[in-house]
C-alpha cells in the first residue's frame, strides 16, 4: 500500500515540475520505454536507490531531481492571411 501513497506523490512532484499533464505522460512513457530495452548507457536509472520502484517510479523520480529535461517548442502564432483578391474580366 505504501508504493501507492509514494506513487501518487511523485506523480503530484513532476507535474509541479512540468506543468502539463499530457507533456508529463509523454516523458514518462518515453523514458519506459527507454529504461525497458535493456541495451546501452540510456537504459539505466539516472538516480540512485531504485531499489523497489517500477520502472514508471523510476522515471518520475528522473523528472523530480531534474535528471531528465524536455523542451516545450515555442507557440506558433497563426497569422491570417487576406484572401486573394479576384481579377475582374
Not at 522515471?59 to 517548442?73: C, H, Q, S, Y
Given at each position: 500500500?505504501?508504493?501507492?501513497?509514494?506513487?501518487?506523490?511523485?506523480?503530484?512532484?513532476?507535474?509541479?515540475?512540468?506543468?502539463?499533464?499530457?507533456?508529463?505522460?509523454?516523458?514518462?512513457?518515453?523514458?519506459?520505454r527507454q529504461?525497458?530495452?535493456?541495451?546501452?548507457?540510456?537504459?539505466?536509472?539516472?538516480?540512485?536507490?531504485?531499489?523497489?520502484?517500477?520502472?514508471?517510479?523510476?522515471?518520475?523520480?528522473?523528472?523530480?531531481?531534474?535528471?531528465?529535461g524536455f523542451?516545450?517548442?515555442?507557440?506558433?502564432?497563426?497569422?491570417?492571411?487576406?484572401?486573394?483578391?479576384?481579377?475582374?474580366?
Amino acid at each position: 500500500m505504501e508504493s501507492k501513497i509514494l506513487n501518487s506523490e511523485f506523480c503530484r512532484q513532476a507535474l509541479a515540475k512540468v506543468g502539463n499533464p499530457n507533456v508529463l505522460v509523454n516523458l514518462i512513457s518515453r523514458r519506459v520505454r527507454q529504461l525497458n530495452s535493456g541495451g546501452g548507457a540510456i537504459s539505466r536509472p539516472l538516480v540512485a536507490d531504485t531499489a523497489g520502484l517500477g520502472v514508471a517510479d523510476i522515471a518520475l523520480r528522473e523528472i523530480i531531481e531534474d535528471k531528465i529535461g524536455f523542451d516545450l517548442p515555442e507557440e506558433l502564432q497563426l497569422i491570417e492571411t487576406a484572401p486573394k483578391k479576384r481579377k475582374k474580366r
